[in-house]
Nanobody, 115 residues
Framework: QSQFVESGGGLVQPGGSLRISCAAS????????MAWDRRAPGKQREFIAA???????DYADSVKGRFTISRDFVKNTVDLQMNSLKPEDTAVYYC?????????WGQGTQVTVSS
């Protein structure tokens, strides 16, 4: 079972960019995809992006064209490059490992987009 630690969140102005990262430790043999989710104030958890082991990606409509997910199998990290950030992107962002069985996610990193 792996552990996941997100980092890179912070405060950014609208239109700005951030790159957040998820560092994984432990076995990844049962993980078939990695994903980013977020939970905004007053809202339920929302799927943002996913990247499969084969490299294909999926994005939520709300971030399509602005966010890019990538994965480094050597460093066991998955990143989310966020461009053209909007106030509605303000949320806690979570890294999630998709497994055959239960998914595993980290503690999250706060991203705040505000003037």
């Amino acid at each position: 079972q792996s552990q996941f630690v997100e980092s890179g969140g912070g405060l950014v102005q609208p239109g700005g960019s951030l790159r957040i990262s998820c560092a994984a430790s432990g076995s990844m043999s049962n993980v078939y995809a990695m994903a980013w989710d977020r939970r905004a104030p007053g809202k339920q958890r929302e799927f943002i992006a996913a990247i499969r082991n084969g490299g294909s990606t999926d994005y939520a409509d709300s971030v399509k064209g602005r966010f890019t997910i990538s994965r480094d199998f050597v460093k066991n990290t998955v990143d989310l490059q966020m461009n053209s950030l909007k106030p509605e992107d303000t949320a806690v962002y979570y890294c999630r490992a998709k497994r055959l069985g239960t998914d595993v996610w980290g503690q999250g990193t706060q991203v705040t987009v505000s003037s």
